[in-house]
């Protein structure tokens, strides 16, 4: 506790907190609404999850437990960090198991797990502002949402299929929040958006740089951007994740040797190991079994 | 004497959790409409404002929030109160403040005399705390809309006659509109200004008493 004496509580002072706390309030009152607010300089660098560290700092309480994961894994560097930052700041319980966590800190990825009542998700966005791309300027692109002047987005998505000859967005692709304002739902690969759909948990995001809080509220209609005759479709992958023979999920590409080897593996690190303990396996999955049996004897 | 210890005494004894607990009431409460949550923390104000009021006020105001008092609890010593524990500066304009307590009984004034915000920023808007007698016994309303599954019921007892056309014509300047927090005893219940409230036709028979379905009601096989 020595190590907690030179700050306060989960790092932010209190006037931040209610600052930030008042903020999210109204983002869940007006879903998919960008709320500006005071975002503060927070001990790593922007691009980091500093507008997720600071919802997770303002709404996490001593008996929260906190999961923190980058690009679906636990172990990463910057779920590492973050991880290491609450348990330095506020001491608080911390797992790899979604079922487990009340609060779950997410870079670009939503949890294969179905999320829970009592669960909050909180997104560490970069850029929060869906028009940005295609309209530079703040002033324009708040009228735009005032305005309810969506027609910019969908001439993008149609100069996809122009193109492509399809949607080709396959992250941070736009999604439209109770029938009122277009939102990014962070640089989470398109497969994700199904889940934020009437999703029973809350929904924070977070983006530092930008300084915008925004909310969905659970059962909460989140409908993804698309044309009749080219209705939005989630990634489909041709295998099973290598190790855990799962299908249905998001799978990373994992570059084996310089020989074109490759193996697809679950993104969620902790949905394939939760696989795995319970006896599923894929078909490059180590059997340590036999052999370490055979070396024993 | 009496009136300064009441001014200089009841906030929080720990005001970091407490106030933690509290925020997580209300942000469940917000994102949940309908739900009711006894607060964790609670507040001692001077009367007449209420324990879970006072709290509200520790957890959420200070010196960036203009807070606007109706007429009796500006005449007590809840300006002071405020003043001393938030730092909240407290207005006579309605439509500067971004909080407003009314306390139980007191007149509600129509919701459009507040801050609604504006189209490009709708959270500029006031948030109000209105106290009322109990969260049941009241006439039912159906509440619709994010944070709720299907529908649910809600009958608070002492909200103002005309609460339901206030608040029609607060949701219909969607996405502008005051957010609603009800406080009675040691518990809230929020609305969120993308509530929707309707009367419950089924419940209008038995007396202004909740349905017994209370808080889902059964659904008619086809």
């Known amino acids: 506790m020595n190590d907690l004496a030179t700050y306060n509580f989960a790092y932010l002072d209190e006037q931040t907190k209610r600052m930030i706390r008042r903020a999210i309030l109204k983002a869940v009152a007006i879903p998919g609404y960008q709320v500006p607010f005071a975002s503060r300089e927070m001990p790593m660098p922007y691009g980091w999850g500093t507008g997720g560290v600071q919802v997770t700092a303002s709404i996490l309480g001593p008996n929260d437990v906190l999961k923190v994961i980058d690009q679906g894994a636990d172990d990463t560097t910057n779920a590492v960090s973050i991880r290491a930052f609450f348990q330095k700041v506020a001491d608080v319980a911390v797992t790899t198991k979604t079922k487990d966590a009340t609060i779950i800190q997410t870079r670009h990825r939503i949890p294969e797990e179905t999320l829970k009542e009592g669960q909050t998700l909180v997104y560490q966005v970069p850029i929060p502002e869906p028009l940005r791309f295609l309209e530079p300027r703040e002033t324009e692109t708040r009228k735009m949402h005032a305005l309810e002047e969506y027609g910019l987005m969908h001439v993008k998505l149609y100069e996809d299929i122009a193109r492509n000859g399809h949607i080709a967005t396959t992250y941070a692709y736009p999604v439209k929040v109770e029938g009122r304002y277009v939102m990014d739902p962070s640089p989470t690969p398109k497969f994700d958006n199904p889940k934020m759909h009437m999703s029973e948990a809350l929904q924070l995001f977070g983006a530092g740089r930008e300084k915008r809080i925004y909310a969905v509220p659970p059962y909460t209609e989140v409908v993804s951007l698309d044309f009749e005759d080219h209705p939005f479709e989630i990634q489909q992958f041709d295998k099973p994740c290598a190790l855990c023979g799962a299908e249905n999920v998001y799978l990373d590409e994992v570059v084996l040797d310089d020989k074109g080897g490759r193996m697809f593996v679950c993104s969620d690190t902790d949905h394939c190991e939760d696989r795995r303990a319970h006896g599923h396996a894929g078909q490059m999955l180590a059997r340590p079994t036999q052999e370490s049996q055979e070396a024993a004897e | ?222």
């Open chain 2, 1 to 222: 004497m009496a009136a300064q210890s009441q001014i200089y005494a009841g906030a929080f004894a720990d005001p970091v959790f407490q106030a933690q607990s509290v925020f997580r009431a209300l942000m469940d409460c917000f994102a949940r409409p309908g739900t009711v949550a006894s607060l964790a923390a609670l507040a001692s104000p001077p009367s007449p404002l209420g324990k879970a009021s006072g709290a509200v006020a520790l957890t959420l105001c200070d010196h960036d929030t203009p807070v606007w008092l109706s007429p009796a609890l500006a005449k007590s010593a809840v300006p002071q109160w405020i003043a001393f524990h938030t730092g909240a500066p407290v207005t006579e304009t309605k439509d500067d403040a971004r909080f407003a307590f009314i306390e139980r009984g007191g007149a509600v004034p129509s919701f459009d005399q507040f801050a609604l915000g504006t189209q490009e920023y709708p959270d500029r808007s006031t948030t109000l705390v209105i106290e009322v007698e109990a969260f049941t016994g009241g006439q039912p309303l159906i509440a619709k809309g994010p944070g709720i599954k299907d529908e649910t019921i809600i009958a608070p007892t002492g909200l103002p006659d005309l609460f339901l056309e206030f608040w029609t014509a607060n949701r219909a300047i969607f996405p502008r509109g005051i957010d609603l927090l009800l406080a009675a005893g040691d518990a809230v219940l929020c609305l969120p200004r993308t509530t929707k409230l309707s009367l419950d036709e089924n419940a209008r028979d038995t007396g202004g008493k909740p349905p017994h379905t209370f808080p889902y009601p059964a659904r008619k096989e086809a």
